[in-house]
């Protein structure tokens, strides 16, 4: 069987060639390893391979796997953030990929005083106007950003997006071009730096970096499918819904 390291390698090598046709340092692209639905040790798997950077998109599961994993690794919440929360996910995350709207950054500003931290978050952009995702439409964006960028816990540092599911990954491009696009207006009306940029799966990171992607978020291509796959520790303690 094909171990993490040997997919870590295909995959970096992917973006250094992708890096390499749009010009771009690959220096400039960090690299996710959604860990979603997998083990403690497949983590440890992965931290003998030198990968230390992880993306969870539950908080329930992260909260009873991280303790299970050296403090070696670092943590990026990727998921829909549930405002009860939020009090849990911040000392466990680094970064915040998707703040999906104006009522959650209010509500994450308000625990980040309560708890005296600054959490750095990336605001999730609905690309395509999918009525089933979460994420501000660019407009919506736009006219909340004053008023996010009032937030002063917050520290925003950039977009995400999750574009359509796609059958070729070709597709996916227009939404990564919007994406940046989007930021590139944003950046020069408010007069901000938008550095970061979340977007590109196992499907499509390539062409997310040759877009500008300066965040990958790559589950599959690195850990094999989640198809059946749940985690869970072995006590019940955090059983619950989210
Ligand atoms: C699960 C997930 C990923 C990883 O998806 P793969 O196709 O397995 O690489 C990336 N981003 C988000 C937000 C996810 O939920």
């Given at each position: 069987?094909?171990?993490?390291?040997?997919?870590?390698?295909?995959?970096?090598?992917?973006?250094?060639?992708?890096?390499?046709?749009?010009?771009?340092?690959?220096?400039?692209?960090?690299?996710?390893?959604?860990?979603?639905?997998?083990?403690?040790?497949?983590?440890?798997?992965?931290?003998?391979?030198?990968?230390?950077?992880?993306?969870?998109?539950r908080?329930?599961?992260?909260r009873?796997?991280i303790?299970?994993?050296?403090?070696?690794?670092?943590?990026?919440?990727?998921?829909?953030l549930?405002?009860?929360?939020?009090?849990?996910a911040?000392?466990?995350?680094?970064?915040?990929?998707?703040?999906?709207?104006?009522?959650?950054?209010?509500?994450?500003?308000?625990?980040?005083?309560?708890?005296?931290?600054?959490?750095?978050?990336?605001?999730?952009?609905?690309?395509?106007?999918?009525?089933s995702?979460?994420?501000?439409?660019?407009?919506?964006?736009?006219?909340?950003?004053?008023?996010?960028?009032?937030?002063?816990?917050?520290?925003?540092?950039?977009?995400?997006?999750?574009?359509p599911?796609?059958?070729?990954?070709?597709?996916?491009?227009?939404?990564?071009?919007?994406?940046?696009?989007?930021?590139?207006?944003?950046?020069?009306?408010?007069r901000?730096?938008?550095?970061?940029?979340?977007?590109?799966?196992?499907g499509?990171f390539?062409?997310?970096i040759?877009?500008g992607?300066?965040?990958?978020r790559?589950?599959?291509?690195?850990?094999?499918?989640?198809?059946?796959?749940?985690?869970?520790?072995?006590?019940?303690?955090?059983?619950?819904?989210?």
């Amino acid at each position: 069987m094909e171990s993490f390291a040997d997919r870590l390698s295909v995959v970096q090598g992917q973006i250094i060639d992708a890096a390499a046709r749009a010009g771009r340092d690959p220096g400039e692209i960090t690299l996710i390893a959604v860990s979603k639905t997998h083990s403690p040790e497949a983590v440890r798997d992965a931290m003998d391979a030198g990968h230390f950077l992880f993306g969870e998109s539950r908080v329930q599961e992260a909260r009873a796997k991280i303790p299970e994993v050296s403090s070696r690794a670092h943590w990026h919440f990727i998921g829909h953030l549930q405002k009860n929360k939020i009090r849990h996910a911040l000392p466990l995350f680094e970064l915040l990929h998707s703040v999906d709207s104006a009522e959650l950054a209010a509500d994450i500003d308000r625990v980040a005083g309560e708890a005296g931290v600054h959490p750095r978050v990336l605001l999730e952009v609905n690309v395509a106007g999918e009525g089933s995702k979460f994420g501000f439409s660019p407009a919506k964006l736009r006219a909340d950003l004053e008023q996010l960028l009032a937030l002063d816990r917050l520290q925003i540092e950039g977009l995400m997006a999750i574009p359509p599911v796609a059958a070729e990954a070709e597709h996916s491009r227009k939404y990564f071009v919007a994406l940046r696009e989007l930021r590139d207006r944003l950046q020069e009306e408010f007069r901000l730096p938008l550095p970061q940029l979340s977007m590109g799966m196992s499907g499509d990171f390539p062409i997310a970096i040759e877009e500008g992607a300066t965040l990958v978020r790559v589950g599959t291509a690195l850990f094999g499918t989640r198809r059946g796959k749940t985690w869970k520790p072995a006590s019940g303690e955090f059983g619950g819904d989210d």
